[in-house]
């Protein structure tokens, strides 16, 4: 059994319902443990309920080993604004490490947004680790709205996406009890699924590296601009 720890990180129910149906199509390989950190980033945390407390967490809860609070972690801090400065990055490792019990174990990071914080801030204090990234909306189909850091951006593997978009792509769909919609990941891609009575499987291809070119998004000009 493999020693290494998957930390998932989902702010939305919908997020941890995507994490589900990732795991239900067998797109992780085995871990000795999985933990969901779940997030909370809304004006005013504290009169929001949390994810793990939403109606429907129950039927997600199995896929997971353990369920933690980074903004219990963090309080009083705020997981949108706060973000560690690079000479405290070996503390902050040191702590999380501590309070939710990794050990020395190698760890594996799947998280939403990845250019902002907080999965932005994770991907920092844990910089030794492999990213995966997942779609949280629409957002995500396109290239990220800021230049990501070279020493983030070379750790990721591939993105993990809903097929809401119709893209040409050469992924592939799977599909989980946990999403009835059709599925798919780019980067790495999920095979097709499996004949009945097999579990589906993953496959990853050799992630993109950022480049200044993809950087940042650029609007198009609409047909008036152009005209």
């Not at 593997?157 to 059709?182: E, I, M």
Request: with cysteine; net charge positive; glycine share 8%.
């Amino acid at each position: 059994m493999s020693r290494t720890t998957q930390i998932f990180c989902a702010s939305t129910l919908y997020g941890a319902a995507t994490l589900a149906a990732a795991l239900d199509a067998g797109c992780f390989a085995p871990a000795g443990r999985r933990l969901l950190v779940v997030l909370n980033n809304g004006a005013t945390p504290e009169t929001s309920t949390p994810v793990d407390r939403m109606n429907g967490f129950e039927a997600l809860r199995g896929r997971f080993d353990d369920v933690v609070s980074f903004n219990e972690a963090i309080r009083p801090l705020h997981p949108g604004s706060w973000t560690p400065r690079g000479d405290e990055l070996p503390l902050w490792e040191r702590y999380f490490r501590l309070t939710w019990q990794l050990g020395d174990a190698p760890v594996e990071l799947v998280v939403e947004s990845l250019q902002v914080n907080p999965a932005l801030a994770i991907c920092r204090v844990f910089h030794g680790a492999p990213v995966h990234a997942y779609a949280d909306g629409l957002m995500s189909y396109g290239p990220t709205r800021s230049k990501i850091d070279p020493m983030i951006g070379t750790r990721v593997q591939r993105l993990l996406h809903l097929d809401l978009v119709p893209s040409g792509s050469t992924s592939r769909p799977w599909t989980s009890s946990a999403h009835r919609k059709r599925s798919s990941c780019r980067y790495g891609y999920c095979a097709a699924p499996s004949p009945r009575g097999t579990a589906a499987s993953c496959s990853s291809r050799t992630p993109r590296r950022p480049s200044a070119s993809r950087g940042r998004w650029r609007p198009r000009p609409n047909a008036s601009a152009r005209s």
